[in-house]
């Protein structure tokens, strides 16, 4: 391995490190959300609890520790974001992923979607990046291979990606949205599961046979040919 | 302005979506084209709950939405992964520009 791969690692790993306590320290700091309380009075009805939000102001405090870990993670997932952008390895990119992925979830979980946030940590973190990583690992002679575009190309997709950034931010500062002032909602896993069975019961078993086909045409894919 | 909003989270996730993009146009290796995709499906899910964050009647439909996005975007990285795979064994490389034997 050159002097310059190594680095490379060490820099990985201090950021899976540092992500990592990153991580535990939000989910401390999410824990003291009022959502334990919450929690326990799941059965009532979605109207009366969109009735007991519009009169209940969200206390300061929460507020205050809400838009404060919005603000840490959501700039995590953003220099995550632009980290991807501007690297060339391809290990370094998936590396700025997985700060991206972990960022998203602690945000997940700050929106009150902690299943959700758990099959992202699981899942896309876990399992997906992992998927990705093997795929670098298997689909060239160095990891530290680099493909670089032409100038040209480069200047077209940010002029591009910068005119459609601008017309979005345009769009979603000058629309009014509806923004009632509530708690999350914690969504609970039996409420998942219930939702799963019933109102999105083919869609899942659609997801299912979709992951059927897929497993099987991935291993035909990558099959080793005999010769 | 300290106070958290729908707004927040939407320019968040336009932000996210806009580096997915310049990643899948500026990379020419494969899996760079992958990981691009990855970036913009999680601005995807990030709207999605987002929405179903701020909707006064307290349902979760968003949030089944982002798991089945979760399930896609997990099917399409094996796939995706299978593919690179294959060209690497035709053309020994995965530069998708060099992937051109059926161009005209």
Known sequence: MTGRGRETMLHGKSLVV???????WASSAIGQFPLAEEMSGQTVDAAHRADEQVLAPSPVPNATVES????????????????????????????????ALGAAAVLYF?????????????????????????????????????????RI??????????????????LLVGTDWPTPAVAPQPVTIAMFGEA????????????????????????????QERS | ?????????????????????FVMMTKRNA????IGVEL??????????????????????GQVAALFVIVLAAAEAAVAVAICMNLYKNINTIDVDRGDALHG
């Open chain 1, 18 to 24: 540092v992500g990592f306590v990153l991580a535990a």
């Open chain 1, 68 to 99: 404060a870990l919005f603000y840490l993670f959501g700039g995590a997932l953003l220099v995550s974001a632009i980290g991807v952008c501007v690297c060339k390895s391809v290990v370094r990119m998936a590396t700025w992923l997985f700060g």
């Open chain 1, 110 to 150: 700050l929106m009150g979607a902690t299943f959700l946030g758990a099959i992202q940590l699981i899942v896309y973190a876990g399992g997906t990046l992992i998927l990705i990583i093997f795929g670098v690992m298997l689909t060239s002679k160095s990891p530290w291979v680099r493909f670089e575009c032409r």
């Open chain 1, 153 to 170: 190309e480069f200047w077209a997709a940010g002029g591009v990606v910068g005119v459609l950034f601008c017309a979005l931010i345009t």
């Open chain 1, 196 to 223: 799963l069975l019933t109102t999105y019961l083919v869609p899942f078993e659609v997801a299912s046979v979709l992951l059927l086909v897929v497993m099987i045409g991935a291993a035909y894919l990558a099959r």
């Open chain 2, 1 to 21: 302005m300290f106070l958290i909003g729908l707004t927040h989270y939407l320019i968040l996730s336009a932000a996210v979506l806009c580096c997915g993009l």
């Open chain 2, 31 to 34: 899996i760079g084209i992958l």
């Open chain 2, 40 to 61: 913009v499906l999680n601005s995807v899910n990030i709207n999605f709950v987002a929405f179903d964050r701020y909707r006064p009647d307290g349902g979760f439909d």
